[in-house]
């Protein structure tokens, strides 16, 4: 339970008492199989374990079950207990977490409160060069910014150790929303005596520690990822599923027909021209949620052709995007002007004007944008759209494609690589345009807000401007909610002027999911599932 914030000695405690939402009382309504394995597919081959080396959904999504952070997330996303017990805060700047005695690692010794510091030290030393160390600049934990620019040591993060399971993080700003922020994947804990010993190969099964439900039995690329259940686990007795198997499919018509013929119990995706179909013949395992995401094409706006503004809106406004929601996905996606999803917690972004306009005449000011720049049919732009390999995301670059040339001539060249290929090369900047989507690391918009600042490296949006990362900063000092809405207002409406991206749709996560699967919860915002909450039914009995 939460006890509300009082105006003196604010204290927020949480207490595990949510077990009737997947616990023994609901399980025993079924049938459990003798065979608990789980067999996920999950899109792509993941870059990586390392929750410091990571920045996707794909990497996250294992991340989730075998490592584990100081709070975990409920089927609602709700933040709930996990390797702390409990945790307080007087003042939202200085937050002390306590750990629970029974949490130990995979190999059977306990989780310590230096452990986390030894974590988050590491998120942030350069010589890590984690895509997510920003993730503690943005939550104001002490010394962070310092810390990640070189001018101080990491062991001067606001991050202390008081006693073995006795933690102490101190920020410089009031963030209220800070117990939220650390159920992300990169403030997980990860084995200190592990990692020094075995370096970057401290992930391969046979050298993986972990804390979470889970533990690495077997990692063959781009084949599988076998989980087992950990023994060490504090919730282990009230976890079911003994085996998680986790494919990398990126062919999403593969993996449909794998999962109909009863070889995966859960797909990352479903094809878009199959859907309608699915709905209909098979309405039990059709599972279509609404996701605190955005699907934007995102211009490299440092290099020609994208360092002219007017090119950047021109490419924008003739991009039809109820065209890409209505004709083309045809899933629920809602089409967007503002990089901030308007069913994120507490901020109601309000859309540019030209979203108010028809699409006939964006086309016609995209045309004078263009022609400002010195394009026209007769010096027609060319440029390069890359996007990670998908048969959906090709789907959806044709159609961008299409409508370019159709309305201004423009020559998109596109261009598919493999997912880590594809962050490799965005991350450098080796790009003009590429499609990509951002999901909510937390339900607040500074989680979509701080990815366009410029000490953000995480997204490849290679964008600066001062204003905008003033306006940022403003946004984080205030603790008013109505000051900090109108903040990121300011900041939609720069991005809407500047347009280093151009918003697309948000998204919804389709999924396919095995009727013998309980436990599976469509309700969360962030599409964070553990497997440690499902588990595996038998079908109910002929009559």
Aim: proline share 6%; aromatic share 10%.
């Amino acid at each position: 339970m939460h006890v509300p914030q009082g105006t003196a000695n604010k204290v927020i405690t949480f207490i595990l008492c949510l077990s009737f939402l997947a616990g023994p009382s609901a399980i025993a309504a079924n049938r459990l199989a003798d065979i608990q394995t789980l067999i996920k597919g999950n899109g792509v081959e993941v870059a990586s374990i390392d929750p410091h080396k990571t920045q996707g959904v794909a990497e996250s999504n294992v991340i989730r079950d075998v490592l584990e952070g100081l709070v975990i997330q409920d089927r609602f996303g709700n933040i709930k207990p996990g390797v702390a017990s409990h945790w307080s805060t007087e003042d939202n700047k200085t937050y002390t977490f306590y750990l629970r005695p029974d949490a130990k690692w995979s190999n059977g010794t306990p989780i310590t409160a230096a452990d986390f510091v030894f974590s988050f030290q590491r998120l942030v030393a350069p010589q890590t060069a984690s895509p997510y160390a920003w993730f503690l600049e943005l939550a104001t934990v002490r010394n962070a910014k310092a810390i990640i620019a070189g001018e101080k040591a990491p062991n001067q993060l606001g991050v202390t150790a008081l006693d073995e399971r006795t933690l102490r993080i101190e920020l410089d700003e009031a963030t209220p929303h800070f117990v939220m922020m650390t159920s992300h994947s990169s403030l997980v804990a990860v084995p200190k005596a592990t990692v020094l010993k075995y370096k970057n190969k401290w992930i391969r099964p046979e050298n993986f520690v972990g804390n979470g439900a889970y533990t690495v039995l077997r990692w063959i690329i781009n084949e599988r990822i076998d989980l087992i259940r950990n023994p060490h686990y504090w919730d282990n007795d009230n976890t079911t599923i003994n085996r998680v198997s986790i494919l990398p499919i990126d062919d999403a018509v593969s993996e449909m027909n794998r999962f109909l013929a009863g070889e995966i119990d859960i797909t990352s995706t479903v094809p878009l021209e199959h859907f309608q179909r699915l709905t209909e013949q098979h309405p039990e395992s059709v599972s279509v949620q609404g996701l605190l995401c955005t699907n934007y094409m995102r211009f490299n706006a440092v290099s020609a052709p994208f360092n002219d503004v007017r090119i950047r809106r021109a490419i924008s406004y003739a991009i039809d995007r109820d065209v890409l929601t209505q004709k083309i996905l045809k899933q629920g996606q809602r089409s967007s002007y503002t990089l901030t999803p308007n069913n994120i917690a507490g901020f109601k972004p309000i859309p540019p004007e030209y979203s108010t306009l028809s699409q006939e005449e964006r086309i016609e000011l995209a045309k004078q944008y263009l022609k400002s720049a010195g394009y026209d049919i007769h010096n027609p732009l060319s440029f390069r759209l890359l996007f990670p390999t998908s048969n959906n995301r090709k789907k959806l670059a044709v159609a961008i494609q299409s409508m370019l040339k159709k309305a201004l001539g423009v020559n998109v060249i596109l261009e598919n690589q493999e997912w880590k290929t594809y962050l490799n090369n965005t991350n450098l900047g080796e790009f003009e345009g590429s499609l990509i989507a951002w999901c909510g690391d937390y339900n607040e918009a500074s989680t979509f807000t701080s990815l366009m600042e410029s000490n953000n490296t995480a997204g490849g949006i290679h964008f600066k401007n001062q204003d905008y990362d003033t306006i940022a900063q403003m946004a984080r000092q205030s603790v008013e909610p109505e000051r900090r809405a109108r903040y990121y207002q300011e900041m939609e409406s720069l991005l809407a002027d500047e347009m280093p991206i151009a918003p697309l749709y948000q998204s919804v996560q389709v999924q396919l999911v095995s009727p013998r699967v309980g436990g599976y919860s469509s309700d969360n915002p962030e599409n964070n599932v553990y497997s440690k909450d499902l588990y595996i039914i038998l079908p109910p009995p002929l009559k």
